[in-house]
């Protein structure tokens, strides 16, 4: 079993910037993939951005070169910084993880932006 726990989320301005970090703790080793979702009022959950065990990124179109997922093996966290925020970026925000021993969620975290 692998637990998830989110923080960061907040309420910025368009064209502010907020960091989300996600600390995973259990089963870390059985992990291959490791990414952010979203959902908005109204809309099915949309993958934001993934990363896996060599460190190979991939981004949805709408986030490329705002976005970045990083992460920290030796802190078992993993981040997405979020710069050039716009109003479309409003969603909840929910970690996700993957291995051999299933697919684990975060209880999400509210991003609100403003314009």
């Known amino acids: 079993q692998v637990q998830l726990v989110e923080s960061g989320g907040g309420s910025v301005q368009a064209g502010g910037s907020l960091r989300l970090s996600c600390a995973a703790s259990?089963?870390?080793?059985?992990?291959?993939?490791m990414g952010w979702y979203r959902q908005a009022p109204g809309n099915g959950r949309e993958l934001v951005a993934t990363?896996?065990?060599?460190?190979?990124?991939n981004y949805a179109d709408s986030v490329k070169g705002r976005f970045t997922i990083s992460r920290d093996n030796a802190k078992n966290t993993f981040y997405l910084q979020m710069n050039s925020l716009k109003p479309e970026d409003t969603a909840v925000y929910y970690c996700?993880?993957?291995?051999?021993?299933?697919?684990?969620w975060g209880q999400g975290t509210q991003v609100t932006v403003s314009s």
């Open positions: 996700n993880a993957r291995g051999w021993t299933g697919v684990y």
């Open positions: 259990g089963s870390i080793f059985s992990l291959n993939t």
């Open positions: 990363i896996n065990r060599g460190s190979s990124t």
